[in-house]
């Protein structure tokens, strides 16, 4: 079970990194004393969690003392220990804070904290398996540097959602698509109570070269999107697919889609508004 711990000096980017692999699916716990890791690591075994990051720093001086020790004992029990420490140059961290305006944890004039700060966590950064200079590093290139230190993969899924526009457009998604021209299979008697899952239901709103044709586009169009959020260090995507009533026509298209794109990552999160098959 991977448990990282995160450290460095304050303005150093430990956040963007905590926040980077809670995305990457770590259970994360900001500014864990570290007497507490290895009761957090046995809690989360208990529990089925199987990726654990914390962030120790400053902020947790007055424990620090134990860290030695409680790395040690923490080392007998997961062999997937690591220790990232981040540090950049004093005028940089300065900069960051001023831009913040945040208060340094350990409250005197900037340069006198970091001063202090690094001799502080000496002996954190002496323990680190991997220290990360992020004077010049923006936070997408911090996390991605994160991610490759620990071999983990950026994973990025296009989330899918089907719904009825007569039961009002989703606000929690990133893009709403409109897919009523498609043929609508409510109006033959046979397809009405099924869903656009069912064969007979997709075969029904993609029929003509037409549909076939507006469809190639939207999928276009929902691929550009998704590598566009991609490409700027996102995580997910998610596309709204709108038909009138939710039961057909976006569902069928949704489904399509998940088949279509898969190196995506897609997955459908909900047919919010699809009733069951009755047929």
Not at 17 to 29: C, K, M, P, Q
Not at 56 to 63: G, I
Request: with cysteine; charged share 30%; proline share 5%.
């Amino acid at each position: 079970m991977p448990f990282v711990v995160v450290s460095g000096l304050s303005g150093s980017g430990k956040s963007t990194v905590l926040r980077t692999l809670e995305d990457a699916g770590f259970f994360t716990t900001d500014n864990l004393p570290p007497e507490l890791w290895g009761t957090l690591h046995d809690l989360a075994r208990a529990r089925g969690l199987h990726r654990i990051a914390v962030t120790t720093d400053a902020r947790t001086r007055e424990f620090l003392s134990a860290l030695e020790d409680s790395y040690t004992r923490l080392a007998r029990r997961e062999e997937q220990l690591h220790i990232l420490f981040l540090e950049a140059d004093a005028g940089v961290l300065i900069k960051r804070f001023n831009f913040t305006r945040r208060e340094h944890p350990l409250g005197d004039t900037l340069l006198v904290d970091f001063a202090r700060e690094r001799e502080l966590l000496s002996p954190m950064r002496a323990m680190a398996d991997t220290v990360i200079d992020t004077t010049n590093l923006s936070a997408k290139e911090l996390s991605e540097r994160a991610l490759a230190l620990l071999k983990l993969d950026h994973d990025f899924r296009l989330r899918l959602m089907s719904f009825g526009f007569k039961h009002s457009p989703p606000r929690d998604v990133d893009l709403v698509l409109d897919v009523r021209t498609l043929p609508n299979p409510y109006y033959d008697p046979e397809l009405r109570p099924k869903t656009g899952l069912d064969p007979a239901v997709a075969a029904y709103a993609f029929q003509g070269e037409d549909s076939e044709a507006f469809y190639a586009e939207l999928r276009h169009f929902v691929r550009t999107a998704a590598e566009r959020a991609r490409t700027s260090g996102r995580h997910g995507y998610t596309v709204g697919i709108g038909c009138t009533g939710g039961q057909h026509r976006s569902v069928a298209v949704a489904d399509r889609l998940v088949r279509d794109l898969t190196d995506l990552n897609p997955q459908v999160t909900d047919h919010r508004d699809m009733q069951e098959d009755h047929g």
